[in-house]
Structure formats: C-alpha cells, structure tokens
C-alpha cells in the first residue's frame, strides 16, 4: 500500500472521520488486521480558522506548506488537506512540494461529471460558497452552481466554527440544515454539494431529498484509492 499524508486539525472533529472513514475502507479492502498507512500533521487551528485577509491567508499558507514539506520529507507520497475552505491556498502549496494534493473539489466535480450531474447546490462557509477558487473547479466539470445564499454562509459560518469545528452537535442546527435542504430541493437543481468537513455532523447525507454529494466522504475515498493503488 502507498503512504498517505493528512493536513489536519483543520478541525481534529473532520480529520477524525478523515481517519476513520479511510481505516474503514482499506479495512474492507484488505481484511484481517490491515489498517491504512498513514502520516497526520495536525494543526492547531486557532492559527489558521476564520481567515479574513490576504494576510491571513498569507500565514495560512504558510503553515499548511510547512506542514506538507514535513510529511513529504516523512514519506508521504501524496496529500490530503483536510479541510475546504483551506484549498483557496492549494496552488501555493501544491508548488512546494513534490509529491500530488489531491484537491477536494477535483475529486467531487469528476464524480458528479461521472455520474452526469449538471446543476447542484453548493454548501459550506462563506468562503467556500462565495469565492471562486472552489466554483470554478466545479464548474470545470460541468456543473451549474445555484447563486451563493449570503444569508446561508453566514448562518454556516457560525454553526461551524462556534459548534462542529469544536465537536458540539446541536439539534437546532440539524434542524435548520434539514430545513435549509429541503428549500433548495424545491429549485432547479439535481444535487446539493455539501462543501464543508463538519457538515456531515448534523445532515443525513443518505436520507434527503436530493442527492448529497458529501465532499468529506469522496475526498476520504479518493485518498483510499491512492492508498490501494
């Protein structure tokens, strides 16, 4: 198997099922006792979170760079980022290294292409939603994204980095992605993109009324296939 390196703690709670969704499926693969052969660097994400300015973003990129160079030289031979919002600076990071970063939006787009998804719903924080480093990679793949919902991010934004990113898992906040969900279903689009790590927390991806492309769970199965491969 090949070794995969983990930047993580962009929060621990999704780099947590970053580990256990990526053991369970070579687990599966392999059986008997086989487990995945993994390097984590796991940052502290007071650092990095809620980034705001170019600045941030500068210091941002800076950390998550180290933290690449330090699992390349370790013996990872490709890379996760385990966290959306942090592929703003993958270019940067990508070219400071030798070894491949798997990009979440990459993975997502080619499955939705694979599976001839045209319209969909993007979800996640604010800047996920709004900016164009993440749309375009999915629009590259022939996916029409709904306008962001200013009013939406915000509330994410919050349910995010006051609750998930802290493992809190409230019911008023499953409740209100349920509801949220449920709207979006009623527009003209084939399938919500659920753009955020610690979404997963509090929606059902399998049991909603539109397909649920969780980029988590495709991103956490890409690097499978890389370990498998």
Same mark, same amino acid.
């Given at each position: 198997?090949?070794?995969?390196?983990?930047?993580?703690?962009?929060?621990?709670?999704?780099?947590?099922?970053?580990?256990?969704?990526?053991?369970?499926?070579?687990?599966?693969?392999?059986?008997?006792?086989?487990?995945?052969?993994?390097?984590?660097?796991?940052?502290?994400?007071?650092?990095?979170?809620?980034?705001?300015?170019?600045?941030?973003?500068?210091?941002?990129a800076v950390?998550?760079?180290?933290?690449?160079?330090?699992? #390349? $030289?370790?013996?990872?031979e490709a +890379?996760?980022?385990?966290? !959306?919002? /942090?592929?703003?600076?993958?270019? &940067?990071?990508?070219?400071?290294?030798?070894?491949?970063?798997?990009?979440?939006?990459?993975?997502?787009?080619?499955?939705?292409q694979a #599976? $001839?998804?045209?319209?969909?719903? +993007?979800?996640?924080?604010? !800047?996920? /939603?709004?900016?164009?480093?993440? &749309?375009?990679?999915?629009?590259?793949?022939?996916?029409?994204?709904?306008?962001?919902?200013?009013?939406?991010?915000?509330?994410?934004?919050?349910?995010?980095?006051?609750?998930?990113?802290?493992?809190?898992?409230?019911?008023?906040?499953?409740?209100?992605?349920?509801?949220?969900?449920?709207?979006?279903?009623?527009?003209?689009?084939?399938?919500?993109?659920?753009?955020?790590?610690?979404?997963?927390?509090?929606?059902?991806?399998?049991?909603?009324?539109?397909?649920?492309?969780?980029?988590?769970?495709?991103?956490?199965?890409?690097?499978?296939?890389?370990?498998?491969?």
């Amino acid at each position: 198997m090949h070794k995969l390196g983990l930047i993580g703690g962009l929060s621990w709670t999704s780099t947590a099922r970053y580990y256990e969704i990526i053991n369970k499926a070579v687990h599966r693969a392999k059986g008997g006792q086989h487990s995945a052969p993994l390097l984590i660097e796991s940052l502290d994400f007071a650092t990095v979170a809620g980034c705001a300015t170019e600045e941030d973003w500068d210091i941002a990129a800076v950390q998550l760079i180290d933290a690449a160079r330090r699992l #390349e $030289g370790a013996g990872a031979e490709a +890379l996760l980022i385990c966290a !959306n919002s /942090m592929y703003r600076v993958y270019d &940067r990071v990508q070219g400071a290294v030798d070894i491949p970063i798997l990009h979440i939006a990459e993975v997502v787009g080619r499955k939705m292409q694979a #599976e $001839g998804v045209e319209k969909a719903a +993007l979800i996640g924080t604010r !800047n996920v /939603m709004t900016e164009k480093f993440y &749309r375009q990679r999915l629009v590259a793949h022939g996916v029409s994204l709904l306008p962001a919902d200013m009013e939406l991010a915000e509330r994410i934004d919050r349910i995010v980095y006051d609750e998930l990113t802290v493992g809190k898992v409230s019911r008023d906040s499953e409740r209100y992605m349920k509801s949220e969900l449920t709207d979006i279903a009623k527009q003209d689009v084939q399938a919500v993109v659920l753009a955020c790590t610690e979404l997963e927390l509090i929606v059902d991806v399998k049991a909603n009324v539109l397909p649920i492309y969780d980029c988590t769970g495709i991103h956490a199965n890409a690097g499978v296939e890389f370990i498998l491969g």
